[in-house]
Structures are given as C-alpha cells and as structure tokens.
C-alpha cells in the first residue's frame, strides 16, 4: 500500500557506514558514505557485496517508509523503467543510449526501531544546476541538444504511461563514467497520467493549484489540473527558454503563484513573439519559440509528434556529439559543419513548418484553444539588419556592375523569364522562416542554383554576383547606376537641343 501523504515529509536519522542491506532479490548491498540529501531523502553510494569496488558506481537512496516520493519513484522504476526494457526501446529507436538511470533493486530495513525504504540506482556525476551556477547560459548547441534528449526520455515513459513532473536542471544529471551523457532523474513527483490506457480527464481543482517547482511547472499544474503529456512538453521549454536566456519572465515573482501564472499565459498567448523577443543579443529563440507553439497548441489527452519536436530543434538534422558547456563569453550559436550545404539545412526548415503548420490552427481541449498566430516582427526585424550589416557590399557589388549594354542585356533576359517564385520577397515575407539570422555562413553560400532579379514598388533589389566563393546575393536600396546617368545626359541634352532648334526656327519663320 502506498504511504499516506503528508503536509511535510521528514529527512531520516543517517545510517551508519558499513551497514549491509538485503533487497527484495536476496542481492547485499553495502552502505558507503552519505554524499548528498534531498528533499525527502538520503543518498548514499553502495557496493555489492559479491563485487567489491574502491570507485562505487552505484548509490542508494534512503527514505522513511511511510514518505511517499521514494515510493512513487519505486513503483515508476518497476512498472516503467526495467533495464531490459530500456535496452529494448533503444534497439527500436536507433538511439546510441537513453538518459533514464538504471535501477538495480530495492528493499525494506531497520534502524533504531525506524523502518526505512531504499532504492539501489546507478550513480551519477554533476548535475546541470550546479554548471548553470558556475558558468550562467549554456551554448545554444547545447541547449537544444538538452532539448532533443529529454524529449526521447519523455516519449519512453509517456509510452508506459508516465509523466515526470518536475523536469528542471537540478533533475538533469551528466554520466559519472560518461559524461557527455545527460540523464533525467528523480522521479518522486512522477504521476501515471493513463493508468491501463485510460487517459485521466480534464478537472481543474484550485486546492491543488501550483504544484511542483513553481518556476518551471505547467499551466495545468497551476489549476489543479491532473499533469499529462503536454505538461512535460511545456515545462521543458521553459527549462530551454531559461538555460539559453539566463532567465525567465516571471523570476522576480516566484513568491506569488499567481502572478507566475499570469506571466505565464501571456508568455504562451503571444507565440512565437513573447520568446522571439526575449533572445539575448546575439543569439535567437527562434527553435524554442516554435517548439513552445507546438507544445500549446496540443490537447490535453492528445499525443504529441516527438519526432517532428526533435526536428524543431534540429533542423539541420546534425548528428548529436558530446555535450558541451562554457561560460558566457563563447559563442551561443549552432553552427553546421563546413561540409555541410546550407541549402539542405533550408530544406529541412521548411520540412519543419509543413508538418507544424497544420497543428498550429488546431484548436485543442476545449479548456484551451489555439490563438491564431501574430505577424512575427521580430524575424522582419532581423532581417532589415541583414540589409544594413551588408550596405557595404552593397556598395562595392554596385561600383564592380558591368557595363551599360551588358547590364541593359542581363535586365532584358530577366524581364523576359517567368517570375515563379513568391516566396523571393524583400522585407516584407520571409523566405526561410527557419533561417538562422546568427550563422555566418548564411552569407557564403545560396540556397538554389540561382536568383532571379526582382524590382519591388518599395524600391528593394535582389542582384546576382559571381565571386571565387561561390554565389553572393545581396539585398540593396535601389540607386541609379553610372550608365543609367550617361543615358539619362543623353536624352537630356537631346531634348534640349531639338528644343533650341525650334526656337530657331519659330524666331526666324
């Protein structure tokens, strides 16, 4: 029988060093040093007695039996989380590993006429609050990489029924032995959202309103609403939001759930610019943003699409390498290989936005509907900068324009061709909606075989240039070129002078 809950859970009396533990499989543990203490618990690292190990690579987690987090996270490791079938999910998934730690057993002891709980895991390294404290942001690399981790973690135990409820950096933990491996833990707060396949229903209940870690926890949590799929979604975006920004909205008001709730519906209600705006300098939110979109816009019992959410943080499709993390003064872009073409990485935007579109105007549980989407000013914004960081470009490329008749021959040729393309339009649609304003190869590479010449009522023009790096394109203010002023002479002084020959003519008529 589960423990009953109780308003505040007890930390326990230490165990000393040395003490031998039996689990429920008959396997002897031996108790090591006590290394750190929870919420509710103490964590401990153990040895097997069969294999003794100066360097433990496993811990133990200590509970009074009638605490309930340890028993939650007990029963989710033996429904949900077996290690043959972990292994089986990574065969089926082609992933290199899942950060879900393994679980060795369990058991009951006791000391000083206190029954305790424990459970046998496998041990970890640092967790990712403590580098959040030591170095502030992570590389936006590494946040998205963080991003495309959980979801896989996420989508194994969604499958079995599960949520975990309190994602956040001091739940995230690198591999003691691997560590450029990231692993989700602690599942004391894990709810099983659809017991036998049958989905828990909508009710909102204010006596359990705002559970969990109030920075990062759902909507739903907020109004007492049971968690279900897309409340990890949700608060692991918040989680990206806050790794790559340094911060969130509603930080100055944990003190008041209210308020972090209002905060957070505003946040969500004007997608995709509330996060597109928040970007630090130099960087951009643009994935995050529309990962947050995504996540929303999903019905409380309706599955999400992980696989299209990976891609939203992946674009590119890049392999996932090592986990990196630096300090603030590095770079916070993802860059692609230099063998990489740009125009596959555009590809796979826009394959990103075909599959993203049609769930963004779908409405979802009548509890909360989907908002049409708002002009993004913020990606129009970015893009007038791209004209100015290149207005020097501009200027040379205009200067180094062939000479009257073969520019008056090249525009002629243009003009005769169709103008297919709509989506070549300058600032005011966006021909990559996932293009990355901050990646610098942008401007070394074109992403099709060629550009057409388009001359727009706002007085834009898109120009084709050949240079030993490839094709450039340029986006420059219109002006009048030297040959179209010798021309403009021409006819002037033409004019003119027929205009004097006519005068002549009238005064001696």
Not at 202 to 226: M, R
Not at 247 to 255: A, D, K, T, V
Not at 327 to 347: C, F, I, Y
């Amino acid at each position: 029988m589960p423990p009953r809950r109780k308003e505040k859970y007890k930390l326990p009396i230490p165990l000393p060093e040395g003490t031998i533990l039996d689990d429920m499989e008959g396997k002897q543990w031996v108790l090591g040093k006590l290394i750190g203490s929870g919420g509710f618990g103490l964590i401990y690292l153990a040895f097997p007695t069969n294999k003794p190990d100066k360097d433990a690579r496993h811990v133990i987690k200590v509970e009074y039996q009638e605490n309930g987090p340890l028993f939650s996270e007990l029963k989710f490791y033996q429904r949900a989380a077996k290690k043959d079938c972990i292994k089986k999910w990574i065969e089926l998934k082609k992933l290199d590993y899942l950060g879900i730690p393994l679980f060795y057993g369990s058991g009951i002891t006791e000391f000083q006429g206190k029954s305790y709980r424990f459970m046998v895991m496998e041990r970890l390294g640092i967790d990712l609050q403590k580098i959040s404290d030591q170095n502030g942001t992570f590389k936006k690399s590494t946040v998205l990489q963080l991003g495309i981790r959980m979801l896989d973690v996420l989508e194994y135990i969604h499958e079995n029924e599960y949520v975990h409820g309190d994602i956040k950096a001091a739940n995230l933990l690198l591999g003691y032995r691997n560590p450029d491996r990231v692993y989700l833990a602690d599942y004391g707060l894990s709810y099983r959202y659809c017991p036998n396949g049958t989905h828990k229903q909508y009710q909102e209940n204010p006596k359990k309103g705002h559970n969990g870690t109030i920075e990062f926890t759902s909507l739903d949590a907020h109004k007492g609403v049971a968690l279900s799929r897309r409340s990890d979604l949700e608060i692991l975006g918040y989680c990206l939001l806050r790794w790559l920004c340094g911060r969130l909205p509603w930080e100055r008001s944990l003190q008041d759930p209210v308020a972090v709730q209002a905060a957070k519906t505003n946040l969500l209600d004007e997608l995709p610019e509330s996060v597109l705006q928040w970007a630090p300098s130099g960087s951009s939110c643009r994935e995050i943003a529309q990962y947050l979109v995504c996540a929303h816009n999903l019905a409380y019992d309706e599955k999400p699409d992980y696989q299209m959410l990976k891609k939203i943080l992946n674009p590119s499709g890049i392999p996932l390498g090592p986990l990196e993390f630096c300090t603030k003064g590095e770079s916070l872009s993802m860059h692609a290989p230099n063998n990489q073409k740009v125009d596959s990485r555009k590809a796979a935007a826009k394959q990103v936005y075909q599959v993203q579109d049609p769930l963004v105007g779908k409405k979802g549980h009548s509890e909360r509907s989907a908002e049409p989407r708002t002009p993004r000013r913020k990606v129009q914004e970015e893009e007038k900068l791209i004209g100015l960081f290149n207005s020097e470009t501009v200027r040379e490329s205009t200067r180094r324009r062939q000479k009257y008749c073969e520019s008056q021959e090249f525009q002629n040729d243009v003009k005769s061709s169709p103008h297919e393309s709509s989506c070549i339009q300058f600032p005011n649609s966006f021909y990559e909606p996932h293009q990355d304003f901050t990646n610098p190869d942008m401007f070394n590479k074109s992403s099709s075989p060629s550009w057409y010449t388009n001359t727009s009522t706002n007085g834009m023009e898109v120009t084709e240039l050949d240079s030993s790096t490839g094709f450039w394109f340029t986006v420059s203010q219109f002006t009048f070129s030297e040959e179209i002023k010798v021309d403009i002479y021409y006819y002037a002084f033409t004019i003119i002078f027929l205009l004097i020959l006519v005068c002549l003519a009238l005064y001696f008529l």
